[in-house]
């Protein structure tokens, strides 16, 4: 384990994405490894609320508190597996080879993520229910590689996580 200051802590990161995705019912249908992955990233966010003082001709801010916090995920994929297609698209896989488009209302589910950094600290992080969305066309014909891009919501988990009810990021030491 380093600390702070050190060059060891710059980090180039890579790594490997997976998704259980939750059924109709909300159960879980298996971790899958959704391929590679060129973008994985967290994005916290806060709601403030600020008060301004009125005793002077000039509005000073003199107190700010927070309302809310959340978090977004975002993720890129590039590989057009059939499952990373029905997502996209808001499907559901029928029959092994056959996706029923807008099929599905809802994706939900835990996502994983397994640092393999090419430089830096490794880091496992797991979001226990994320909302996920399709935020980018599906290109079938292009002249790049095609991509496939995803937001979701961080939602709590709290029944089954009381202690951690949004998830965890754990730092993988090597043996």
């Not at 003199?62 to 698209?89: H, P, Q, R």
């Not at 599906?138 to 202690?163: M, N, R, Y």
Request: glycine share 10%; charged share 20%; proline share 5%.
């Amino acid at each position: 384990m380093t600390n702070a200051h050190s060059t060891d802590l710059y980090t180039i990161g890579k790594g490997i994405l997976q998704f259980d995705r939750n059924d109709d019912a909300g159960l879980p249908t298996g971790l899958r490894d959704l391929g590679n992955a060129p973008n994985f990233a967290l994005v916290p966010s806060v709601e403030t609320l600020d008060h301004f003082s009125s005793r002077e001709g000039l509005k000073k801010k003199d107190k700010t508190i927070n309302l809310s916090v959340g978090m977004t995920v975002k993720f890129t994929l590039d590989e057009y597996d059939i499952n990373n297609l029905a997502m996209a698209l808001l499907g559901e896989v029928s029959g092994g080879n056959l996706i029923n488009l807008l099929a599905s209302g809802q994706i939900e589910g835990r996502l994983v993520f397994i640092g393999h950094p090419a430089a830096g600290p490794a880091y496992r992080v797991t979001l226990w229910n994320v909302q996920l969305k399709p935020t980018s066309e599906v290109p079938f014909i292009s002249d790049e590689w095609g991509k496939i891009d995803f937001e979701g919501t961080v939602q709590s988990d709290i029944t089954a996580h009381p202690t951690q009810e949004y998830g965890t990021i754990e730092e993988i030491i090597a043996s």
